[in-house]
């Protein structure tokens, strides 16, 4: 089938590789030619585990192209809106012009014999509003809300763990949903589930998830914070509630608290949303969990200045980690990087390494000092913090650690190393939520 995808963002590009590699004729559109360019060169431009893969072999077999000309996806039976949803500039709400305005640009390409499929996170009642332009161009819309996570983005795509299709009433919606059966015939031989619900159930269900990830990420920080005041083990304690499958352990690691292009501004824009449906009060609770994750950064600067006696001023402090989470270079709402620009404004020399991020990270926030190996950030550090638990920071080992340091101070922000260990080879180690 041909299918054009419109955005090739971190979603887009991963759903056009993706739909390529199940076998259909695709075509990204994107309006950065730089960005077009990169992944045609099957060069991504971010670090996603097996995407580069992906791009060239759907070139190979000549079924994956990119461009910046609309034009060209004339004759797509299937066009998926993959367009990001920021949040505005100073204020909560979602910015949606992305998507308005892929909706316009597609419409003169749509027919009878298409239907366009949104994918991005919106505020429920988008799809209500853009079924009617769309329906006059002869197409039916549908929105299939995309649940992949960075750094398992392809798998996530090929192999989701459910399938939700928000559709209209009657023929539109049934032969929408016929159409993208087709196109996820390969998926669906495996069993997976697929739900079918109207307009705003499906975009809830995709603002729902995210604020439930977000809520148990802060509910465990929040007891974290209850762990300090009493002196008890944060991760101790998720394992033991987590061993009850109806809580579960995943997304119980306190520590840091979430960052990232989504799960922050996904339940700012959800607030939002509420109080423009009268509903504000319903997910109040959104902002006591936002104020949680905030309040970890600000906690982690005071343990870490109380572990140098009171003061950052003239203390050289290396941050192990940039990106918002290990195996992405994905700055956004980076929580390593908001608690190193806190320490720097403190009069802190900081060092910030990452295995990936560095370049995003410079262009974002040129005024920290960044170096690319390790053991050279490490060098005659203060005090260490680890803030993005990328698997080589967790395999570091404390006495040849201990021998690159001028003070033996460690910070776990992920709660990810062993505390005996680091301690028995004469680290000071202190961690969030643990004794
Ligand atoms: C999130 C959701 O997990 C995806 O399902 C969703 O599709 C995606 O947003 C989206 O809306 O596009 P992602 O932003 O890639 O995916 O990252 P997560 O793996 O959810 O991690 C988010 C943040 O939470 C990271 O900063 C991570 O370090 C933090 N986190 C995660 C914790 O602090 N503790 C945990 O136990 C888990």
């Given at each position: 089938?041909?299918?054009?995808?419109?955005?090739?963002?971190?979603?887009?590009?991963?759903?056009?590789?993706?739909?390529?590699?199940?076998?259909?004729?695709?075509?990204?559109?994107?309006?950065?030619?730089?960005?077009?360019?990169?992944?045609?060169?099957?060069?991504?431009?971010?670090f996603e585990p097996g995407?580069?893969?992906?791009?060239?072999?759907?070139?190979?077999?000549?079924?994956?192209?990119?461009?910046?000309?609309?034009?060209?996806?004339?004759?797509?039976?299937?066009?998926?809106?993959?367009?990001?949803?920021?949040?505005?500039?100073?204020?909560?709400?979602?910015?949606?012009?992305?998507?308005?305005?892929?909706?316009?640009?597609?419409?003169?390409?749509?027919?009878?014999?298409?239907?366009?499929?949104?994918?991005?996170?919106?505020?429920?009642?988008?799809?209500?509003?853009?079924?009617?332009?769309?329906?006059?161009?002869?197409?039916?819309?549908?929105?299939?809300?995309?649940?992949?996570r960075e750094g398992h983005?392809?798998d996530?795509?090929?192999?989701?763990?459910?399938?939700?299709?928000?559709?209209?009433?009657?023929?539109?919606?049934?032969?929408?949903?016929?159409?993208?059966?087709?196109?996820?015939?390969?998926?669906?031989?495996?069993?997976?589930?697929?739900?079918?619900?109207?307009?705003?159930?499906?975009?809830?269900?995709?603002?729902?998830?995210?604020?439930?990830?977000?809520?148990?990420?802060?509910?465990?920080?929040?007891?974290?914070?209850?762990?300090?005041?009493?002196?008890?083990?944060?991760?101790?304690?998720?394992?033991?509630?987590?061993?009850?499958?109806?809580?579960?352990?995943?997304?119980?690691n306190?520590g840091l608290?979430?960052?990232?292009?989504?799960?922050?501004?996904?339940?700012?824009?959800?607030?939002?949303?509420?109080?423009?449906?009268?509903?504000?009060?319903?997910?109040?609770?959104?902002?006591?969990?936002?104020?949680?994750?905030?309040?970890?950064?600000?906690?982690?600067?005071?343990?870490?200045?109380?572990?140098?006696?009171?003061?950052?001023?003239?203390?050289?402090?290396?941050v192990l980690g940039a990106a918002f989470k290990p195996d992405s270079d994905d700055?956004?709402?980076?929580?390593a990087?908001?608690?190193?620009?806190?320490?720097?404004?403190?009069?802190?020399?900081?060092?910030?390494t990452d295995p990936q991020a560095i370049?995003?990270?410079?262009?974002?926030?040129?005024?920290?000092?960044?170096?690319i190996n390790t053991s050279?950030a490490l060098?005659?550090?203060?005090?260490v913090l680890l803030l993005t638990e990328w698997r080589e920071y967790q395999d570091l080992d404390p006495?040849q650690t201990?021998?690159?340091?001028?003070?033996?101070?460690l910070?776990d922000g992920r709660n990810v190393l062993s505390?005996?260990l680091w301690?028995?080879?004469?680290?000071?180690?202190?961690?969030?939520?643990?004794?």
């Amino acid at each position: 089938m041909k299918i054009s995808v419109i955005g090739c963002g971190y979603l887009g590009a991963v759903h056009a590789a993706a739909m390529a590699s199940l076998g259909h004729d695709v075509i990204g559109i994107d309006v950065d030619e730089v960005k077009v360019d990169a992944l045609t060169a099957g060069l991504p431009p971010f670090f996603e585990p097996g995407l580069s893969e992906l791009l060239l072999a759907g070139q190979d077999r000549g079924s994956l192209k990119f461009a910046t000309d609309i034009s060209q996806v004339a004759g797509a039976k299937v066009h998926f809106i993959c367009v990001g949803t920021p949040q505005k500039a100073g204020e909560f709400a979602a910015d949606v012009t992305y998507v308005d305005a892929a909706v316009e640009s597609l419409r003169p390409h749509l027919d009878t014999d298409s239907i366009v499929v949104g994918k991005s996170t919106v505020p429920v009642g988008t799809a209500e509003r853009l079924a009617g332009a769309i329906s006059e161009s002869g197409a039916s819309l549908m929105w299939n809300p995309e649940f992949l996570r960075e750094g398992h983005a392809v798998d996530d795509t090929l192999h989701p763990n459910r399938l939700v299709y928000g559709v209209a009433d009657g023929e539109p919606g049934k032969r929408a949903t016929r159409y993208l059966d087709e196109v996820y015939a390969e998926m669906l031989s495996d069993s997976l589930p697929r739900l079918i619900t109207d307009f705003a159930t499906a975009e809830l269900v995709k603002t729902a998830a995210n604020s439930f990830l977000a809520t148990k990420i802060s509910f465990i920080n929040a007891m974290s914070e209850l762990c300090e005041a009493s002196g008890a083990d944060v991760t101790q304690l998720a394992d033991a509630i987590g061993m009850d499958d109806r809580i579960g352990r995943k997304f119980l690691n306190a520590g840091l608290g979430f960052g990232g292009g989504c799960l922050p501004k996904d339940i700012r824009a959800f607030m939002a949303r509420a109080g423009e449906l009268g509903a504000d009060q319903a997910v109040a609770f959104l902002r006591e969990i936002d104020s949680i994750n905030m309040r970890r950064r600000v906690r982690i600067v005071d343990i870490a200045r109380d572990a140098l006696h009171g003061s950052f001023i003239g203390k050289r402090i290396t941050v192990l980690g940039a990106a918002f989470k290990p195996d992405s270079d994905d700055v956004r709402d980076s929580p390593a990087l908001a608690v190193a620009r806190l320490i720097a404004t403190q009069g802190g020399v900081v060092t910030v390494t990452d295995p990936q991020a560095i370049d995003n990270a410079s262009k974002s926030f040129p005024e920290l000092n960044y170096v690319i190996n390790t053991s050279d950030a490490l060098l005659n550090a203060d005090a260490v913090l680890l803030l993005t638990e990328w698997r080589e920071y967790q395999d570091l080992d404390p006495k040849q650690t201990a021998s690159l340091v001028a003070g033996r101070i460690l910070i776990d922000g992920r709660n990810v190393l062993s505390p005996e260990l680091w301690r028995k080879a004469g680290w000071t180690y202190r961690a969030l939520g643990r004794p």
